[in-house]
Protein backbone atom coordinates (compact mmCIF):
# COMPACT_ATOMS: atom_id res chain seq x y z
CA UNK A 1 0.00 0.00 0.00
CA UNK A 2 0.96 3.81 -0.66
CA UNK A 3 1.39 5.53 2.29
CA UNK A 4 0.36 9.33 2.60
CA UNK A 5 2.55 11.27 5.16
CA UNK A 6 1.69 14.74 5.68
CA UNK A 7 3.53 17.92 7.78
CA UNK A 8 2.31 19.11 9.92
CA UNK A 9 -0.44 17.87 11.93
CA UNK A 10 -1.59 21.21 12.11
CA UNK A 11 -0.65 24.70 11.36
CA UNK A 12 -1.60 28.53 12.59
CA UNK A 13 -0.99 31.29 10.52
CA UNK A 14 -2.19 34.64 10.39
CA UNK A 15 -5.15 35.88 7.93
CA UNK A 16 -3.38 37.21 4.87
CA UNK A 17 -0.50 34.90 5.42
CA UNK A 18 1.29 31.79 3.64
CA UNK A 19 -0.01 28.49 4.68
CA UNK A 20 1.74 25.50 2.86
CA UNK A 21 1.29 21.96 3.59
CA UNK A 22 3.46 18.80 2.82
CA UNK A 23 2.38 15.76 1.53
CA UNK A 24 5.01 12.79 0.78
CA UNK A 25 4.22 9.24 -0.37
CA UNK A 26 6.01 5.66 -0.17
CA UNK A 27 6.45 5.41 -3.63
CA UNK A 28 6.10 7.00 -6.74
CA UNK A 29 3.16 8.46 -8.31
CA UNK A 30 3.98 9.98 -11.29
CA UNK A 31 3.19 7.38 -14.26
CA UNK A 32 5.11 7.17 -16.69
CA UNK A 33 2.75 6.28 -19.00
CA UNK A 34 0.99 9.80 -19.57
CA UNK A 35 3.70 11.57 -17.23
CA UNK A 36 0.97 12.93 -14.50
CA UNK A 37 0.98 12.64 -11.15
CA UNK A 38 -2.14 11.10 -9.16
CA UNK A 39 -2.34 12.76 -6.10
CA UNK A 40 -5.50 14.94 -5.11
CA UNK A 41 -5.93 17.64 -2.44
CA UNK A 42 -9.37 17.64 -0.01
CA UNK A 43 -10.85 20.45 1.97
CA UNK A 44 -13.13 19.40 5.02
CA UNK A 45 -14.81 22.04 6.89
CA UNK A 46 -16.14 21.06 10.03
CA UNK A 47 -19.38 19.09 9.61
CA UNK A 48 -18.82 18.96 6.55
CA UNK A 49 -17.56 16.58 3.51
CA UNK A 50 -14.30 16.67 1.99
CA UNK A 51 -14.58 19.10 -1.50
CA UNK A 52 -12.00 17.83 -4.04
CA UNK A 53 -9.61 21.38 -4.51
CA UNK A 54 -6.62 20.00 -6.64
CA UNK A 55 -6.17 17.10 -9.05
CA UNK A 56 -2.68 15.96 -10.99
CA UNK A 57 -1.06 17.30 -8.16
CA UNK A 58 -1.40 21.26 -9.84
CA UNK A 59 -5.13 21.33 -11.48
CA UNK A 60 -7.20 23.35 -9.47
CA UNK A 61 -10.92 21.95 -9.59
CA UNK A 62 -13.36 24.51 -10.84
CA UNK A 63 -14.75 27.31 -8.60
CA UNK A 64 -11.80 26.54 -6.34
CA UNK A 65 -9.85 30.10 -6.01
CA UNK A 66 -6.77 30.80 -7.25
CA UNK A 67 -4.87 31.27 -3.88
CA UNK A 68 -4.47 27.58 -3.51
CA UNK A 69 -2.18 25.97 -5.77
CA UNK A 70 -0.03 22.24 -5.75
CA UNK A 71 2.89 21.45 -6.49
CA UNK A 72 5.25 18.63 -6.49
CA UNK A 73 6.16 15.50 -8.37
CA UNK A 74 6.84 12.26 -7.69
CA UNK A 75 6.76 11.46 -4.12
CA UNK A 76 6.79 15.05 -2.78
CA UNK A 77 4.16 17.64 -3.24
CA UNK A 78 3.34 20.88 -1.54
CA UNK A 79 -0.30 22.41 -0.95
CA UNK A 80 -0.07 26.37 -0.34
CA UNK A 81 -2.53 28.76 0.11
CA UNK A 82 -1.06 32.15 -0.99
CA UNK A 83 -3.32 34.30 1.26
CA UNK A 84 -4.99 32.82 4.33
CA UNK A 85 -8.82 33.76 4.53
CA UNK A 86 -10.93 33.04 7.30
CA UNK A 87 -12.97 30.43 5.28
CA UNK A 88 -9.99 28.38 4.44
CA UNK A 89 -9.74 26.87 8.42
CA UNK A 90 -10.20 23.27 7.57
CA UNK A 91 -8.31 20.20 7.31
CA UNK A 92 -6.43 19.39 4.45
CA UNK A 93 -5.69 15.93 3.00
CA UNK A 94 -3.41 14.81 0.25
CA UNK A 95 -4.67 11.66 -1.57
CA UNK A 96 -2.69 9.14 -4.01
CA UNK A 97 -4.80 7.45 -6.63
CA UNK A 98 -2.28 5.95 -8.39
CA UNK A 99 -3.41 2.47 -7.39
CA UNK A 100 -5.78 0.78 -4.91
CA UNK A 101 -6.18 0.76 -2.30
CA UNK A 102 -6.36 4.37 -2.83
CA UNK A 103 -5.23 6.30 0.52
CA UNK A 104 -5.04 9.38 2.05
CA UNK A 105 -2.48 11.38 4.61
CA UNK A 106 -3.27 11.69 8.47
CA UNK A 107 -4.63 15.26 7.35
CA UNK A 108 -3.20 19.14 8.62
CA UNK A 109 -5.67 20.72 10.62
CA UNK A 110 -5.35 24.85 9.62
CA UNK A 111 -6.70 27.37 12.01
CA UNK A 112 -5.82 31.01 12.20
CA UNK A 113 -3.35 32.61 14.40
CA UNK B 1 -25.73 19.70 -9.59
CA UNK B 2 -24.55 16.40 -8.57
CA UNK B 3 -26.14 15.26 -5.61
CA UNK B 4 -25.62 12.09 -3.38
CA UNK B 5 -27.62 11.21 -0.50
CA UNK B 6 -26.35 8.48 1.69
CA UNK B 7 -29.21 6.61 3.92
CA UNK B 8 -28.99 3.47 6.02
CA UNK B 9 -27.23 4.26 8.96
CA UNK B 10 -27.60 3.56 12.67
CA UNK B 11 -26.90 1.70 15.09
CA UNK B 12 -25.94 -1.91 14.99
CA UNK B 13 -24.50 -4.60 17.44
CA UNK B 14 -21.37 -6.35 16.86
CA UNK B 15 -21.46 -9.32 14.36
CA UNK B 16 -24.65 -7.97 12.93
CA UNK B 17 -25.57 -6.69 8.82
CA UNK B 18 -26.61 -3.28 7.66
CA UNK B 19 -26.98 -2.34 3.95
CA UNK B 20 -26.36 1.55 3.06
CA UNK B 21 -27.62 3.62 -0.02
CA UNK B 22 -27.00 6.39 -1.55
CA UNK B 23 -29.09 7.78 -4.30
CA UNK B 24 -27.22 9.78 -6.90
CA UNK B 25 -28.74 12.96 -9.19
CA UNK B 26 -27.34 15.13 -11.18
CA UNK B 27 -25.22 13.57 -13.45
CA UNK B 28 -25.34 10.59 -15.74
CA UNK B 29 -25.03 7.60 -12.73
CA UNK B 30 -24.24 4.80 -15.49
CA UNK B 31 -20.59 6.77 -16.29
CA UNK B 32 -19.04 7.02 -13.68
CA UNK B 33 -17.12 4.74 -10.95
CA UNK B 34 -18.51 5.39 -7.59
CA UNK B 35 -16.90 4.26 -3.89
CA UNK B 36 -17.77 4.51 -0.29
CA UNK B 37 -15.49 6.74 2.08
CA UNK B 38 -15.51 6.43 5.73
CA UNK B 39 -14.08 8.62 8.63
CA UNK B 40 -14.04 7.31 11.86
CA UNK B 41 -15.26 9.29 14.55
CA UNK B 42 -12.06 12.53 14.86
CA UNK B 43 -10.13 10.82 12.44
CA UNK B 44 -9.07 10.87 9.00
CA UNK B 45 -10.49 9.51 5.71
CA UNK B 46 -10.12 5.44 4.97
CA UNK B 47 -11.35 4.71 1.21
CA UNK B 48 -13.62 1.24 1.57
CA UNK B 49 -14.87 0.32 -1.45
CA UNK B 50 -14.99 0.83 -5.39
CA UNK B 51 -17.04 -0.24 -7.55
CA UNK B 52 -16.92 0.44 -11.80
CA UNK B 53 -19.69 2.23 -13.69
CA UNK B 54 -21.36 -0.99 -14.96
CA UNK B 55 -20.31 -2.80 -11.91
CA UNK B 56 -18.02 -5.40 -13.68
CA UNK B 57 -15.07 -4.70 -11.52
CA UNK B 58 -15.05 -4.03 -7.92
CA UNK B 59 -12.15 -3.25 -5.33
CA UNK B 60 -11.78 -3.37 -1.14
CA UNK B 61 -9.27 -2.39 1.58
CA UNK B 62 -8.04 -5.30 2.87
CA UNK B 63 -10.02 -4.46 6.69
CA UNK B 64 -13.32 -4.84 4.27
CA UNK B 65 -12.90 -8.37 2.28
CA UNK B 66 -14.82 -10.60 2.60
CA UNK B 67 -17.34 -8.68 4.91
CA UNK B 68 -18.74 -5.86 2.40
CA UNK B 69 -20.08 -5.73 -0.62
CA UNK B 70 -20.78 -2.67 -2.98
CA UNK B 71 -23.28 -2.87 -6.03
CA UNK B 72 -25.44 -0.52 -8.02
CA UNK B 73 -28.63 -0.57 -9.61
CA UNK B 74 -27.81 1.82 -12.16
CA UNK B 75 -31.61 1.60 -13.45
CA UNK B 76 -32.55 3.39 -9.96
CA UNK B 77 -29.14 5.78 -10.01
CA UNK B 78 -28.10 3.83 -7.05
CA UNK B 79 -25.14 2.83 -4.81
CA UNK B 80 -25.27 0.09 -2.02
CA UNK B 81 -22.84 -1.03 0.47
CA UNK B 82 -23.64 -4.27 2.42
CA UNK B 83 -21.43 -4.55 5.48
CA UNK B 84 -21.68 -8.07 7.07
CA UNK B 85 -19.90 -8.88 10.09
CA UNK B 86 -19.92 -5.47 11.74
CA UNK B 87 -17.19 -4.32 14.55
CA UNK B 88 -16.62 -1.73 16.71
CA UNK B 89 -13.79 -0.68 14.45
CA UNK B 90 -16.58 -0.08 12.14
CA UNK B 91 -18.02 2.64 13.66
CA UNK B 92 -17.82 5.68 11.04
CA UNK B 93 -19.16 8.29 8.85
CA UNK B 94 -19.61 6.70 5.60
CA UNK B 95 -19.72 8.92 2.43
CA UNK B 96 -20.66 8.28 -1.06
CA UNK B 97 -18.04 9.35 -3.31
CA UNK B 98 -18.33 10.35 -7.29
CA UNK B 99 -15.56 9.51 -9.63
CA UNK B 100 -14.49 13.01 -11.34
CA UNK B 101 -14.27 11.46 -14.77
CA UNK B 102 -15.32 8.62 -16.83
CA UNK B 103 -11.57 7.45 -17.52
CA UNK B 104 -9.41 7.75 -14.06
CA UNK B 105 -10.85 5.60 -10.85
CA UNK B 106 -9.88 6.92 -7.27
CA UNK B 107 -10.13 10.41 -7.90
CA UNK B 108 -13.30 11.74 -5.47
CA UNK B 109 -14.89 14.53 -7.45
CA UNK B 110 -17.76 15.03 -5.31
CA UNK B 111 -19.02 13.38 -1.89
CA UNK B 112 -22.15 12.92 0.12
CA UNK B 113 -23.08 14.05 3.22
CA UNK B 114 -22.50 11.14 4.60
CA UNK B 115 -24.51 8.72 6.66
CA UNK B 116 -23.21 7.76 10.36
CA UNK B 117 -23.15 3.89 11.30
CA UNK B 118 -22.01 3.29 14.98
CA UNK B 119 -21.89 -0.57 15.79
CA UNK B 120 -22.20 -1.05 19.54
CA UNK B 121 -23.92 -3.74 21.95
Known amino acids: DIVMTQSPDSLAVSLGERATIKCKSS????????????LAWHQQKPGQPPKLLIF???TRESGVPDRFSGSGSGTDFTLTISSLQAEDVAVYYCQQYYGTPFTFGQGTKLEIK | QVYLEESGGGVVQPGRSLRLSCAAS????????MHWVRQAPGKGLEWVAFISNDGSNENYVDSAKGRFSISRDNSKNALYLEMNSLRGEDTAVYYCAKDLGTVTSGLFGYWGQGTLVTVSS
Open chain 1, 56 to 58: WAS
Open chain 2, 26 to 33: GFTFSNYG
Open chain 1, 27 to 38: QNVLSSSNNKNY
